[in-house]
């Protein structure tokens, strides 16, 4: 049996000043590391597409078809084409 807790934090506003920098350092970091590797898959003549996250973990690798679980779930077991990966 799984059990999950769900805790809601109350922060004081010298905590909210401080978690919203850090916030927007990592997000600065981020795109910044993403735009980096933009740049070189435009240097190597690649182009860098978006994909829809919808499903995306959840496609088989193998024969595309859609296998649903929960996230919880870390072996991707397939009843269409029998490829079994754990992660
Ligand atoms: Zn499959």
Redesign the pocket.
Known sequence: MLKSYKYRLYPSKKQIVKLEATLDTCRHLYNDALGNRKLQAEWAGKVVTFVNPKDISQE??????I?KKNLNIKIHQ??????GIED
């Open positions: 088989c690798s193998m024969c595309g078809k296998v397939c009843p269409y084409c029998g490829l």
